[in-house]
Every structure is written in C-alpha cells, then in structure tokens.
C-alpha cells in the first residue's frame, strides 16, 4: 500500500511538471534578445500551464527580482519591446526598493495610475492613463516635491492643456495654458513671497502689458519691456 501511494504521488508530480512549461530568455541593457546568458543583463523566467495561461518574472542577471505581475499576451524574444502585457505591474531596483508600479487593460494599454519612484522610495514620475492617453503627468525631484504638472493630452505630437511649474520648496511658479504647443491665454508668474504677475498670451506671444499683484491685493499694470 505503501509503494502504491508513493507511485501514485510520484506520478502527480510528473503530471505537474509536464503540465508546465518553463520559458527563459535573455535580453540586454536595452531589453533586445540575446542567445547566452553572458551577454544579458536580464532574464525572464515565464511559466505556462495546461490552460496556457502564463505568469513571468523578470530578474536582473545578478539575480535579483527585476519586475513581476504581468501577464503576458505576446512575447517578442527578439525585442521586448514589442512585447504586449496586461495586468498589475510592479518594477524594482537592485536594492528591493520599488521602482514603479502601473497596470495595463486587457487591450495592452496603460489605464490608470503609473508611478515611478526614486530608489529613496519617493515618487520620481506619475502619470494617470485613460485607455492608453496621457491625461496627467506630474515629475517629482528626490525629495518627493512637484517639479512640474501637466494636465491635458498630446494632439499631433503637441500638448494641449494646463502646465504648472513649482519652486524647490513646493510652492508654485508659474501656471498657464498651452495650446497646439504654445502659450495660450491667461498665465500667471508666482513669486515665493506670494506675489505674482499676470500675462496675457496670443499664439505664443505676449501681451506687451502685464498686471503685477502684490501680497495685499493691489494690481499693478507694468509694460514688459520695463522688466
């Protein structure tokens, strides 16, 4: 009884093992497909079952976790690329401290929230997706501290929306709107002290006067070219 038990457990895991495929392949620094391992700097390690669903995990070729979540849908050995993923996706550096996070919808395009992160664990980049469109970005510097906001969507290869820009204490240092690529309307210089300077843009060019508003309120019109 048992010998028995211990063949039919031996033939579970056979059935196991063959039941799963494992696939590894190599890339270089730049994620295009290598044939030997001396030549990576990543390996990806993807395991397909019976139902052939698969699962991967990306190392770095010193062996650290390099990335995982992702399911893949098409993979490209020879340019990664081209490669098409859907899913939860979370990055890591060497270290084990995350390097971002973004997931993709079942028509491989990013939805969402994607972040990035500086290896001392604050944000780096974040952009939030709506099927696969860019509708805000926001870059951070080391400290975690806005560098700069965009909110709007590239039409032709130009963006066309809202842009700010902060100081490196946080506060904001201009804000205006950008249309077919250059500025359009209202925009507003702020200065640390609070006060700030109203410009009126027209395809790209400024007004030659400007409002100057100081901490109590009082608006000043200025010439440009005074400045």
């Known amino acids: ?73 098409y993979i490209d050995k020879n340019d990664d690329k081209k490669s098409k993923f859907k899913g939860h996706s979370t990055s890591y550096y060497k270290s084990g401290q995350k390097q971002s996070e973004y997931y993709k919808n079942d028509s491989c395009q990013f939805d969402g929230e994607a972040v990035s992160y500086h290896e001392n664990g604050n944000p780096s980049y974040k952009i939030v997706y709506k099927d696969g469109v860019s509708q805000e970005e926001t870059d951070y510097n080391e400290r975690g501290l806005k560098i700069t906001l965009l909110k709007g969507i590239i039409i032709n290869g130009k963006f066309e929306g809202e842009r700010t820009e902060f100081h490196e204490n946080g506060l904001r240092k201009n804000k205006g709107t950008i249309k077919d690529g250059k500025w359009e309307g209202t925009f507003y210089q702020f200065n640390v002290d609070g006060s700030y300077a109203e410009l009126e843009y027209k395809d790209g060019q400024p007004k030659k006067d400007y409002i100057l508003v100081g901490l109590n309120g009082k608006r000043t019109k200025m010439k440009l070219n005074n400045q």
């Open 1 to 73: 009884m048992k010998n028995l038990f211990t063949i039919g457990l031996f033939m579970i895991c056979v059935q196991v093992v063959i039941a799963q495929k494992i696939d590894t392949t190599f890339y270089d620094a730049n994620w295009k497909g290598v044939p030997t391992k001396a030549m990576a700097s990543f390996m990806r390690i993807a395991i397909t079952n019976d139902s052939q669903s698969s699962t991967i995990k990306d190392y770095y070729i010193t062996g650290e976790l390099q990335s995982e979540g992702l399911i893949p849908v």
